[in-house]
């Protein structure tokens, strides 16, 4: 342990709820955090500060961690604070008394909104003093913010954002908004990293309170039934590049199946078995797979007791033995009643196993995580199968694995790297030690990009009745609006037309949303809420002066749109807010570019 300088005694406040930790002394944290670098003193900090509102008060511990971490709910809630620069700029602007204009000045000057409100409170002439904030009132109020929604809900947010900075003290005010802005850097990675394993925060507060925040790691952990955050992977667009990248050390590649990411968990005791299975966005699928959920019996060997394993459900052929394509997998119904109406089989691709018999398996190497998996799983005929790999050295062998995996209907290839540390399952992060190589990626076609439909336009011709083509946005979060980025009339099949159509009239609205940037030349005849994200592939992107995707972003008077997009398929497992940012689609633009 590392001794660092006494930390001041915390000092009750009182208020309505009765005598609570100060906002203050959180803040004064904060502040000792950023004087230092050393990952060491940041520790002992928070560990000696999480110490004392332990000792004062338990239950104001829950909501100080979360603050530290900046979170209002764990992931799997789907709770976010969700607040634009621009609600900030003008929280900031009403609560110091000055223009919108002016701040948004002193925000280049300073370069960020924290010092821009703390220069405004410490220049105010407070004639009477505000009553001190408590670190619950902050929290309960962040919340209140992140569950307001509908008509007046930026007005709403931003009265509450004001009020709060009304009741603080210039540094309060600066670390608030650093919190709000979600850019607080000095977030504690030691937390961070078991609440992406252990997502139920009420029992990651009883561990700090056992064994304190330094050893938590070592005793918050996986437990089935609770989803894991996945782990995900770069984008490789050269099979030689691999070498290059892994600098010698061993790798595996294995096939990318194209289908859903299904996080399989399984607790045997005495004669109850348990199964869940959850999604990539930690969504509880288990309703719409009971089919794997039956085999697992068949499938985990007799000395399993418990597992979490990382799968692809992918639709499958049982005659012909072969892997189905994904706009098939979508047909399955969300919640299937009875196995007998199944009428899409599906079989289960396994390529990691990250827990078995009470223990987590994380932090071994992927190559021992392997062993296990193939020790005491079993392939099942048409229903369970270990993920097809092979551990290759040659850019040539490389090459003809990616050809053989499209040939076998899968989408490229996963390429992993195989022994020591690096190797360890990361969740939740999109790790260079993970690689996705696409045959679309080596023929230069670039990612695809997921938007959301927010408009539609009549069909002509065979599309008489149906919708000919629709208007795409991205997502810009700091603005918080959908922007229009193309048009899309290709890549449908008759049956999509339709599909599309029942779906989409179920949101249509009769003027677009404020938050909807577009320009009359592309007005749809029918407006969508922003509900459906599709993926979709095109030629290229292009600077264009009536899209407002990343408008202003490559060139003042010009946003970026796709040339010859088409339409790949629904992302049923992507909200709106999940689509590809504008800062993406500013990228993606500009790597076009490098690689012209
Ligand atoms: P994509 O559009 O490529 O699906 P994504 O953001 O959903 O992107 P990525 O991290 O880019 O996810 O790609 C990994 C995904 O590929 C996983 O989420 C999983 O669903 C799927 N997958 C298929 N086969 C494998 C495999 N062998 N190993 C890991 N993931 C695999």
Not at 371 to 376: A, D, Y
């Amino acid at each position: 342990t590392i001794e660092i300088n006494k930390l001041d005694p915390i000092e009750l406040i009182d208020t309505k709820e009765g005598r609570r930790i100060p906002f203050l002394a959180l803040c004064k944290i904060f502040e000792s955090i950023e004087a230092t670098t050393k990952r060491l003193e940041i520790t002992a900090l928070i560990r000696d500060f999480l110490s004392q509102v332990m000792e004062l008060d338990k239950e104001e511990l829950t909501v100080t961690v979360m603050l530290c971490i900046n979170k209002i709910a764990p992931d799997h809630e789907g709770i976010e604070l969700g607040i634009g620069e621009s609600i900030l700029i003008k929280s900031i602007a009403s609560a110091t008394g000055r223009q919108v204009q002016k701040v948004k000045q002193e925000q280049q000057e300073l370069g960020d909104l924290g010092m821009v409100v703390q220069r405004g409170k410490s220049n105010q002439n407070t004639m009477f003093k505000p009553k001190p904030l408590s670190i619950s009132k902050v929290f309960s109020t962040f919340k209140e913010i992140a569950t307001t929604s509908g008509s007046n809900s930026i007005q709403k947010k931003t009265g509450l954002i004001t009020g709060l900075l009304a009741s603080c003290s210039d540094i309060e005010s600066k670390y608030l908004i650093s919190l709000e802005a979600e850019d607080f850097q000095q977030a504690t990675e030691n937390l961070k990293q078991v609440l992406s394993e252990f997502p139920v925060y009420t029992n990651v507060i009883d561990s700090i309170y056992k064994y304190g925040i330094s050893d938590v790691v070592n005793h918050c952990m996986l437990t089935p039934t609770l989803p894991v955050k996945p782990m995900l992977a770069k984008i490789e667009k050269a099979a030689d590049d691999i070498l290059r990248r892994f600098e010698g050390k061993p790798f595996t590649c294995e096939f990318k199946y194209d289908g859903e990411r299904s996080q399989i968990h399984f607790v045997r005791k005495d004669e109850n078995v348990q199964c869940v299975i959850f999604s990539r966005n930690a969504e509880n699928n288990t309703n719409k797979y009971p089919d794997i959920a039956n085999s697992v019996k068949e499938f985990a060997g007799s000395n399993v007791t418990s597992f979490i394993l990382d799968c692809e459900a992918v639709a499958w052929d049982k005659t012909t033995g072969k892997i189905r394509s994904f706009q098939t997998l979508s047909s399955r119904k969300r919640k299937v009643e009875n196995e007998a109406e199944i009428t899409v089989g599906v079989c289960c691709f396994a390529f990691d196993l990250l827990y078995l018999n009470g223990e987590p398996l994380i932090r071994m190497p992927l190559r021992k995580r392997r062993e296990l998996l193939h020790e005491n799983f079993i392939p099942v005929q048409n229903k369970f199968q270990f993920a097809i790999s092979k551990d290759l050295t040659e850019v040539e062998d490389i090459q003809e694995f990616l050809d053989l995996s499209i040939q076998e209907n899968c989408e490229g290839l996963m390429i992993k790297t195989l022994d020591g540390p690096t190797s360890s399952y990361e969740p939740s992060k999109r790790s260079m030690n993970w690689l996705k190589l696409k045959k679309d990626y080596v023929e230069g076609l670039g990612d695809s990009l997921d938007l959301v439909v927010i408009g539609a336009y009549f069909g002509k011709g065979k599309r008489v009745g149906a919708y000919g083509a629709y208007l795409l946005a991205c997502y810009d979060p700091d603005r918080e609006e959908y922007q229009a980025i193309c048009k899309i009339g290709t890549g449908f099949s008759d049956s999509d037309l339709e599909s599309h159509k029942v779906k989409l009239d179920e949101c249509k609205i009769v003027a677009p949303k404020p938050y909807y940037a577009f320009s009359d030349k592309t007005k749809p005849d029918i407006w969508f809420e922003p509900a459906m994200v599709w993926e979709v592939k095109a030629a290229d992107l292009s600077l264009s002066p009536i899209y407002q995707a990343a408008f202003g972003e490559i060139d003042a008077s010009k946003g970026v749109s796709l040339r010859f997009p088409r339409f790949i398929r629904v992302r049923e497992d992507k909200t709106p807010e999940m689509a590809t940012s504008s800062a993406q689609v500013a990228e993606m633009y500009e790597n076009q570019k490098i690689n012209q």
